[in-house]
Structure formats: structure tokens, C-alpha cells
């Protein structure tokens, strides 16, 4: 499976952003969807993740409510809406596949792709 993030940018606070990450390679919907993220100097953070139909989904406390994790399996895509942004969202997003899920775990997750970045001003 190959997966490319895009979206990520630079905003105000308060503002909203919509990332994407496509997949190819393998069928879509054998799995698993998550979106991590990375701050300099830190380790990968969970962020959200959704099941295989998109009938599931959780988040990290950070940002519920104010991310939305959603995927289209027809098109292989993968979204998350991110309101509300705060400095602290800033980062590098990354979105990865698994075969299980309730996985949290960046390292366990089965395919992994390059990050967008999004930076957050105050």
C-alpha cells in the first residue's frame, strides 16, 4: 500500500483544514485507516483512526471534537477535518493503514506514508 498526505498548510488560530492522504497498491477497504502526528523533538501521536466500512471511529482526547476522521472507500481516500486549530495542532501529519483495529500504536501500523506538514500561528 502506498499512501500520500496533502493539505497541510500554514494558518491562524481558530482556522479549519481538511487533509487527505490517498492509497494504492492494495484494496483500500482491506484496512484499517489512521491519521498520527509529529511535533519536533517529539514522538509520533495518535491522532484519529476509522475502520474498514467507516462504521468506527476514535481519537485522541486532544482532538475530539474538533477533528472528524472519514474515508471514501470508492475513491481509496482518507480525510481529516481539523477545526478549531490551535499552535498546539502544529506538526507533521501522517496517515497509515492497518489490518487490525483499535491500534494506537504508529509503529504497529502496517504501511506508513510521508507527512504534510501544518503550522499553527497564534
Known amino acids: 500500500v502506498q499512501l500520500q498526505a496533502s493539505g497541510g498548510g500554514f494558518v491562524q488560530a481558530g482556522a479549519s483544514l481538511r487533509l487527505s492522504c490517498a492509497s494504492s497498491?492494495?484494496?483500500?477497504?482491506?484496512?484499517?485507516m489512521g491519521w498520527f502526528r509529529q511535533a519536533p523533538g517529539k514522538e509520533h501521536e495518535f491522532v484519529a483512526a476509522i475502520s474498514w466500512t467507516g462504521d468506527g471511529t476514535y481519537y485522541a482526547d486532544s482532538v475530539k471534537g474538533r477533528f472528524t476522521i472519514s474515508r471514501d472507500n470508492a475513491k481509496s481516500m482518507v480525510y481529516l477535518q481539523m477545526n478549531s486549530l490551535t499552535p498546539d495542532d502544529t506538526a507533521a501529519y501522517y496517515c497509515a493503514a492497518s489490518e487490525r483495529y483499535g491500534n494506537r500504536d504508529y509503529g504497529k501500523y502496517d504501511y506508513r506514508g510521508p507527512g504534510t506538514q501544518v503550522t499553527v500561528s497564534s
Open positions: 497498491g492494495r484494496t483500500f477497504s482491506n484496512y484499517v
